[in-house]
């Protein structure tokens, strides 16, 4: 049975329904995602981890996000399969009353889903994520993995996906509206 580690670029995911369906942004269940993820591969596969990339809003800037945010992260690390990573959100003077933004955190996980071909060579690999930016990393992956590291991508149904070369690939699962509904919070 293949172990598989999911690295999920959060926010790009929360926004995803409202671009593909209209739905608000809502916090998700990263847990679920992988395990309904890893139940739809084409080979006998185990959720060895979840790895969630997400920006953490300041009290100082955006207290009620904050306190949110902080409440997500406690239910996430609930499972000792998920492995949070978060970085500042970043502020600056002339945005003032404007919300943080995202700063450093596609660099982590373009570093951390490239070194997964030499961390853990012999596990999948699934890639959330519909961002442009994390091409280059989609691309160092192909050319560091040997032949026992299988990976894969997902994306919202209806959006963009990242691909390599001219043909639909690697394999994409998409994310259907109903898919949302699974794994939003409750």
């Known amino acids: 049975m293949r172990e598989v580690i999911v690295y999920v670029d959060y926010e790009n995911l929360r926004h995803s329904p409202f671009y593909a369906f209209g739905d608000e942004a809502r916090?998700?269940?990263?847990?679920?995602?992988?395990?309904?993820?890893?139940?739809?591969?084409n080979e006998p596969s185990k959720?060895?981890?979840?790895?969630?990339?997400r920006g953490r809003p300041s009290f100082d800037h955006e207290r009620d996000r904050a306190e949110r945010q902080i409440a997500w992260e406690n239910r996430v690390r609930s499972d000792s399969r998920c492995e949070l990573i978060t970085r500042p959100l970043h502020y600056t003077s002339n945005r003032r009353n404007r919300p943080g933004r995202e700063k450093g955190i596609d660099v982590s996980l373009a570093i951390d889903f490239t070194l997964h071909t030499i961390r853990t060579p012999n596990l999948a690999a699934i890639l959330v994520t519909r961002?442009?930016?994390?091409?280059?990393?989609?691309?160092?992956?192909?050319?560091?993995?040997?032949?026992?590291?299988?990976?894969?991508?997902?994306?919202?149904?209806?959006?963009?996906?990242?691909?390599?070369?001219?043909?639909?690939?690697?394999?994409?699962?998409?994310?259907?509206?109903?898919?949302?509904?699974?794994?939003?919070?409750?």
């Open 27 to 41: 916090d998700l269940n990263p847990l679920r995602l992988g395990e309904l993820l890893v139940s739809r591969r």
């Open 47 to 53: 959720l060895a981890q979840v790895r969630i990339y």
């Open 131 to 186: 961002d442009a930016d994390l091409l280059p990393a989609l691309e160092a992956f192909q050319e560091l993995r040997s032949d026992e590291t299988p990976f894969e991508l997902a994306s919202c149904d209806g959006l963009n996906r990242l691909q390599l070369g001219a043909k639909d690939w690697p394999w994409c699962h998409f994310l259907t509206q109903a898919d949302f509904e699974l794994i939003r919070e409750d």
